[in-house]
């Protein structure tokens, strides 16, 4: 198992690569109003995701909480690319949730740039959601959510 698990982590990161700019096109082309929203929504499903038992699991099924990988970037991104925009920004929000804590503390060096472009778009989200509000109120926040 040893010799294949460098190939799925490999492979996961491709994965979620490629999801990536799907959702980084689809965040940058939405209007402020639903950025603003967005940050909202995605906010709440971090702080769902961390009070789970296994975050990086969030939107998975238990029965399928054995596979390698959660199923909630498949979810999330499948709803990302719906045409009804209330769909499309919670499918938004639970892929970046669940990327998050997928990625957060991951042991994989492939998984790290992921990692930091998530947290590069998640800022850029705070940032749009503060601009009403003091910054520390969405850290505050996601603890609440």
């Known amino acids: 198992m040893q010799i294949l698990t460098p190939l799925f982590v490999m492979m996961r990161a491709r994965q979620l690569g490629r999801q990536f700019r799907d959702i980084e096109r689809s965040i940058r082309a939405l209007p402020k109003r ?3 929203r967005l940050s ?10 961390s009070r789970s038992d296994f975050p990086h699991l969030y939107g998975t099924a238990p ?10 970037t ?4 499948e709803r ?3 045409t009804n925009t209330e769909v499309a920004l919670r499918g938004i929000a639970l892929w970046l949730a ?7 503390n991951s042991p994989h060096s492939s998984l790290q740039p992921q990692h930091r472009q998530l947290m ?3 800022r850029e989200l705070k940032e749009v959601h503060s601009s009403g509000n003091t910054a520390d109120n969405w850290t ?3 603890a609440v959510a």
């Open 34 to 36: 639903n950025r603003e």
């Open 40 to 49: 909202a929504l995605a906010l709440r499903e971090i702080g769902q995701a």
């Open 63 to 72: 029965e399928a909480r054995y596979l390698p990988w959660g199923q909630g």
């Open 74 to 77: 498949d979810a999330g991104y």
């Open 80 to 82: 990302a690319c719906s």
């Open 98 to 104: 669940v990327a998050y804590h997928e990625t957060k």
């Open 120 to 122: 590069q778009l998640l």
């Open 140 to 142: 505050q926040e996601s």
